[in-house]
């Protein structure tokens, strides 16, 4: 199993990345900390996973109060005898589909202020812990979109903030054992829902035959000509997380249009 004996928490475990990639690692032997906000979504992951014999507990942590960010992790290393993986998944309230000039300060900074926030405050915590024990992986997620991505809103700022972090904490906590690796994908189709487009993109009033539409279009848009799975995503983190993943670091793994490292 590719994380036996790892402890791992995973913040915004609720939702459907977080809960995917709590059942992967699992499944791959790691003890997992789930994180979020709401408890109820937290209990359900953490079923599943004891249903399927693995291990799971659940604290609810608002990943913006650092306070509370540090004590948890402190619990976990007492409880687990180590934070071996920390994985940040928390949303950051980004608003696309409005072009930038006619965007508010507000509506551009919240995912910026938000994921920039949360990565630092769970990332420096574990990695606390990590530099101590001379091992240890930190793992971020954002869709890609720092490159020049037209009509993304928020998201391309917040997705910069975040790559340019995990490159300088990489560069630094490396020394001391410590990997942090970035993963890039966007447009899951299992997670897609015409309420969730119309929540972060107000302009996109789809209807059924739209929705499939679009859904098609971004198969087109990849390299291999599909669109990634859940499951793909998931893995991907559990590989970048488990010690086959040797020395990566400091970079980024593209699960969005085939994978390559940038």
Do not use: C
Not at 3 to 26: D, P, Q, V
């Amino acid at each position: 199993m590719l994380l036996e004996n790892k402890t791992a928490i995973i913040y915004g475990a609720g939702g459907s990345i977080g809960a995917a990639t709590a059942t992967t690692f699992a499944r791959e032997g790691a003890r997992v900390f789930l994180a979020g906000r709401t408890r109820d979504s937290l209990e359900r992951v953490a079923k599943e996973i004891s249903a399927a014999g693995g291990q799971a507990d659940v604290a609810v942590v608002d990943a913006l109060d650092e306070g509370a960010v540090d004590e948890h992790v402190r619990a976990v290393v007492a409880r687990a005898g180590s934070v071996d993986v920390s994985f940040n998944l928390v949303p950051g309230g980004d608003v696309q589909g409005i072009p930038l000039v006619d965007m508010t300060t507000a509506d551009l900074l919240r995912a910026v202020n938000t994921r920039l926030t949360t990565n630092f405050v769970t990332a420096r915590a574990a990695a606390r812990h990590m530099v101590t024990q001379g091992s240890g992986t930190i793992l971020a997620l954002n869709s890609g979109s720092s490159h020049g991505s037209p009509m993304m809103g928020s998201t391309g700022p917040a997705d910069a903030a975040t790559d340019t972090f995990v490159r300088n904490l990489a560069a630094e906590i490396g020394p001391q054992g410590v990997r942090v690796v970035g993963i890039w994908t966007a447009g899951l189709p299992e997670t897609f829902s015409r309420e969730k487009l119309n929540a972060v993109n107000p302009g996109m009033q789809l209807d059924e035959e739209a929705f499939a539409g679009l859904l098609a279009q971004l198969h087109q848009m990849r390299m291999t000509r599909r669109s990634p799975r859940l499951a793909e995503v998931a893995g991907t983190a559990a590989f970048l997380a488990s010690d086959l993943a040797g020395a990566i670091t400091g970079t980024f793994v593209n699960v969005t249009s085939g994978m390559f490292m940038s």
